[in-house]
Nanobody
Framework: QAQLVESGGGLVQAGGSLTLSCATS????????IGWFRQAPGKERDFVAA????????TYADSVRGRFTISRDSAKNTVYLQMNSLKPEDTAVYYC????????????????????WGQGTQVTVSS
């Protein structure tokens, strides 16, 4: 059973930046592709960004491309989501998720591809 722990959420003004972290075990980190999703109140959980197991491939939702950057640090078994130029519409609970072998066919943006999810971290962007 993989565990993922998100951190780094908080309250920020529009235009500001936050960096979210997703920490997991070495076993999970070395085998999994990782994705970030977000869910605003009353809305579905939407894809934000994903990074392949090797880190060589990244994918972003159109709404965040150019503002958010996903990366992974093998020394810390952690995946980061650097969020810049934040907008009020970025307000949501952010979740990281792991796609472990056998990898899901709907990776990177399909929720069903992911086997394990973190508990989420709240990001609030004020106008």
């Amino acid at each position: 059973q993989a565990q993922l722990v998100e951190s780094g959420g908080g309250l920020v003004q529009a235009g500001g930046s936050l960096t979210l972290s997703c920490a997991t075990s070495e076993r999970t980190f070395t085998s999994a592709a990782i994705g970030w999703f977000r869910q605003a109140p009353g809305k579905e959980r939407d894809f934000v960004a994903a990074i392949s197991r090797s880190g060589g491939a990244t994918t972003y939702a159109d709404s965040v491309r150019g503002r958010f950057t996903i990366s992974r640090d093998s020394a810390k078994n952690t995946v980061y989501l650097q969020m810049n130029s934040l907008k009020p519409e970025d307000t949501a609970v952010y979740y990281c998720a792991a796609d472990t072998p056998p990898y899901g066919s709907s990776w990177p943006s399909g929720r069903l591809a992911y086997d394990y999810w973190g508990q989420g971290t709240q990001v609030t962007v004020s106008s």
